[in-house]
């Protein structure tokens, strides 16, 4: 080749190779982006008194005297709108369509009247509890949206209808100009650093709380992974390293491990199903031997189907590792008269270690993320937080289950739209967390190891 | 110096299987009574979700655990006692039945609420009303353009629920009157996702358990709405009785029992009717002005 097309291939590599640098960076931004934006909006937000009054409510949390204030200007700021609504009913009467939905918007701003009875469920119970939320339930309070569909052959078009002019010449019509200006009074909006959604309990199916059981329920699952591959892995690959005859069975046995590593994940699930929970029915074995309780999903049956998942990727990463300890450090050992197994335990062992934790670490990413073995064999939408011991008998919820199952199954998927996006950044957050620490135990470790 | 060291060590050998014992033993003495899991029916789920947040919230002690894999795997699960209550959005089959006895299982249903199939579409549609048998008609892929039904001239997208789903077989039995689904129709595998996907495309039409209809449009059928009053009357044609199924009868005074009476409770009448389904019982709705202390 000439030196010019030479110099000329050279540089096209270069260039290429940056673009797709720039190409992958611009994804992970595209990507990460929004996530990070509104993940981060679940925790930091403007919040109105109704979010005060959840938390001090439910959780028992806040600033007393502070909410007291609060609370006491916006019941004299809603006051006007209740006497209102009072003063049309007495006038026109309760029995009136307009007025239940008109009603039924208030609820959804405010939260329950003054004059009515605690509703049951918790999402009844207090008015929009973000700033974003409340201006869109005012929107609703003051607009009914309407379709214009004139032209049948044209899909309609969405009109936004004052509901002032339904209530013209009513007591009523001035509620309206009113909820519009004294939005800010009633509803007392202040930026908020909600840190418990981390660490609250869910209420009504996450309308209000953290998620907290989701995410010890990953960790639960992630730890009960490693625990269970950790050791199988770690002995497999000593096993294919040092014990294993140079025999042609032993290479099936390589290449199904391989092939296990590329199985698709539902299959691990579907088998967890079948093997961990209808057949060995692990979730029974803690329980009193007359006990009625159901062989139902549990922790312990998650974390064995995640360990099945992981443990190809751990003894890969073992046997990369023990391989790679070189030769002299084992003839030494042997040398001074120690035997195979002390070898193996004291020097190879440790010597391999940081190449072990890596791929044990970069595992443990894999289990907290994966959806499909957890569906049938550990994951709920709606449970508490367990204790340890429960973890043998119970199932739990875990964030990237909770993720799916909120946006296709809620029946309020779009206004809790924050949760979902808190939920992703806080995976992502905690994989990250768990590479990291990857890398900083793999330094460590090796600096240990070479000084 | 390593007798030492081996002491500890089997100190500590020691001391892991005592925390195992430990546990096991709590495992034991909590597994039963106090967990309540339940499985199935994706139109059921909110109804149980609400359930399990109201009764863990009187009793502290009680987890519940609700996850909504569909009508048919609730079933399962119930056959294979791998849960405690199978939510189904219709009755259980023969099959079912057969293979739940053969397990020593014996499905018990509660009749929890009723609930309408309502036939959604994108609210900007224009159609307001069809008949039960152009809804087949769509279905079946005979009529295949908004158009023919007085609407704008685009292609109607038919989403179905899985058939894995009690909603798609309440709709196949009644709308259906069990002909052929067209094949290009699309399935997708909860209400929610059935919402969403209608939500989201101005020609669609869909089917959905009476709570998840928001933002969608709900049509007349033969005339009729799907109020609660219409489905409670049976007046409206695609009706059906949601369920709970339990291995016989829970036994009186259990956390069990109390969890599957609760929609006869005037309370859980209450979460019912704000999950947009109808209540089996008719108590009268929570009085919006407190009287005092008239009682």
């Avoid at chain 1, 309780?293 to 549990?298: D, E």
């Avoid at chain 1, 049938?376 to 289950?401: I, Y």
């Avoid at chain 2, 219409?230 to 044609?237: C, E, H, I, K, L």
């Amino acid at each position: 080749m000439r030196l010019g097309t030479r110099k000329v291939v050279d540089r096209s590599f270069t260039g290429l190779g940056i673009f797709s640098i720039a190409l992958v960076s611009l994804a992970l931004v595209i990507l990460l982006t929004p996530i990070v934006v509104r993940g981060i909006g679940a925790v930091v937000f403007r919040a109105t008194i109704e979010h005060d009054r959840v938390l001090m409510e439910h959780f028992e949390r806040g600033n007393a005297s502070t909410f007291a204030a609060r609370n006491a200007t916006a019941i004299a700021a809603r006051a006007p709108v209740y006497e209102m609504l009072t003063a049309y009913e007495a006038q026109y009467g309760v029995d009136d369509f307009e007025l239940e939905e008109l009603r039924e918007a208030l609820q959804r701003l405010l939260g329950p009247a003054p004059d009515q009875s605690k509703p049951t469920l918790a999402r009844d119970q207090f008015g929009a509890t973000r700033w974003a939320q409340a201006q869109e339930a005012a929107h609703n309070v003051l607009y009914v949206q309407e379709w214009d569909y004139s032209d049948p052959t044209q899909f309609g078009v969405p009109v936004d209808v004052p509901r002032a002019k339904r209530f013209a010449g009513t007591p009523l019509e001035s509620l309206f100009p009113y909820v519009s200006e004294h939005l800010d009074e009633m509803l007392q909006p202040h930026w908020t650093l909600y840190w418990g959604f981390l660490l609250d309990d869910s209420l009504d199916a996450h309308m209000f709380g953290g998620i907290w059981a989701e995410i010890l329920g990953t960790l639960y699952l992630t730890i009960g992974a490693v625990l269970f591959a950790v050791p199988m892995g770690i002995i497999s690959a000593i096993y294919l390293v040092e014990y294993a005859p140079d025999h042609w069975l032993i290479g099936v046995l390589r290449s199904c491990i391989s092939t296990l590593a590329g199985v698709p994940s539902i299959v691990f699930g579907l088998f967890g199903l079948a093997f961990f929970i209808n057949t060995a029915q692990v979730s029974k074995y803690f329980m009193a031997a007359d006990s009625t309780g159901v062989s139902s999903k549990s922790i312990l049956a998650g974390s064995l189907t995640l360990a099945i998942l992981i443990l190809p990727v751990i003894i890969r990463a073992a046997e990369e590792a023990i391989r790679a300890v070189p030769r002299t450090y084992k003839e030494a050992a042997l040398s001074v008269g120690a035997g195979k197994w002390r070898t193996i335990l004291t020097v190879m062992l440790p010597a391999a270690l940081p190449g072990i934790l890596t791929g044990i670490v970069i595992s443990m990413g894999r289990a907290a993320g994966e959806t499909a073995p957890i569906i049938f064999t550990a994951a709920v939408s709606v449970g508490r937080p367990l204790e340890v011991w429960q973890t043998l008998t119970q199932p739990t919820p875990a964030l990237p289950w909770s993720v799916y199952n909120l946006c296709t199954e809620h029946t309020a998927a779009d206004e809790i739209r924050h949760v979902q996006y808190g939920m992703v950044l806080t995976l992502v957050v905690l994989v990250l967390l768990l590479n990291t620490a990857a890398i900083i135990l793999r330094a460590r470790v090796s600096r240990r190891l070479a000084g | 110096m390593q007798r030492a060291v081996q002491g500890t060590r089997r100190l500590g050998g020691l001391s892991v299987i005592l925390c195992l014992g430990c546990l096991v033993a709590a495992a034991q003495e909590d597994g039963a009574a106090r967990k309540i899991v339940v499985d199935g029916s994706t139109t059921v789920g909110p109804i149980a979700k609400a359930f399990a947040g109201y009764y863990m919230a009187q009793n502290p002690d009680v987890n519940i655990t609700v996850s909504e894999s569909g009508s048919g795997n609730g079933a399962k699960s119930l056959i294979n006692s791998t849960c405690d209550v199978a939510d189904l959005s219709r009755f259980m089959k023969v099959k079912e039945f057969e293979a739940a006895v053969a397990n020593g299982v014996c499905p018990v249903a509660h009749v929890v609420a009723m609930d309408g199939l309502a036939i959604v579409v994108n609210p900007r549609n224009p159609v307001q009303e069809l008949s039960l048998a152009q809804v087949r008609d769509i279905y079946k892929g005979q009529i295949k353009n908004w158009s023919e039904l007085g609407g704008p001239n685009v292609a109607i997208v038919k989403i179905s629920r899985d058939t894995n789903s009690g909603t798609y077989e309440t709709f196949e039995s009644l709308v259906m009157d069990n002909e052929k689904i067209a094949p290009d129709t699309e399935y997708v595998g909860s209400n929610g996702a059935a919402r969403q996907r209608v939500k989201s495309t101005p020609g669609a039409i869909g089917y959905v358990g009476l709570g998840f209809t928001k933002g969608v449009k709900r049509l007349l059928i033969d005339g009729v709405e799907a109020t609660k009053e219409n489905v409670a009357s049976g007046r409206y044609p695609v009706a059906r009785p949601l369920f709970m199924f339990t291995n016989g009868y829970p036994k009186l005074g259990t956390h069990l029992h109390a969890f599957v009476t609760l929609h006869l409770t005037s309370d859980g009448q209450e979460m019912i009717e704000r999950k947009g389904y109808v209540p089996v019982t008719s108590y009268p709705a929570k009085a919006r002005l407190v009287n005092d202390d008239e009682s």
